[in-house]
């Protein structure tokens, strides 16, 4: 699980990071603190996502595996 768990961070992490970037970016927020705040809260907000994502493919891979 924990290399699913990895992978799906790997995944998660830019992406949420780039979204909310980007958010701050559409808003006029060029300060770099800014950016290096949203690039860390995109980070945290990815652990929750990745283990979640990662409960819900290990339940589907095991599916096909038993069926």
Do not use: N
Request: proline fraction near 3%.
């Amino acid at each position: 699980m924990f290399a699913l768990l990895l992978a799906a961070y790997l995944l998660t992490a830019p992406t949420l990071m780039g979204i909310i970037v980007i958010a701050l970016l559409s808003a006029d927020m060029f300060s770099a603190q800014y950016i290096g705040y949203a690039a860390i809260a995109g980070a945290v907000l990815a652990l929750p996502v990745a283990w979640l994502l990662s409960r819900k493919l290990e339940h589907i891979f095991d599916g096909r595996r038993q069926g």
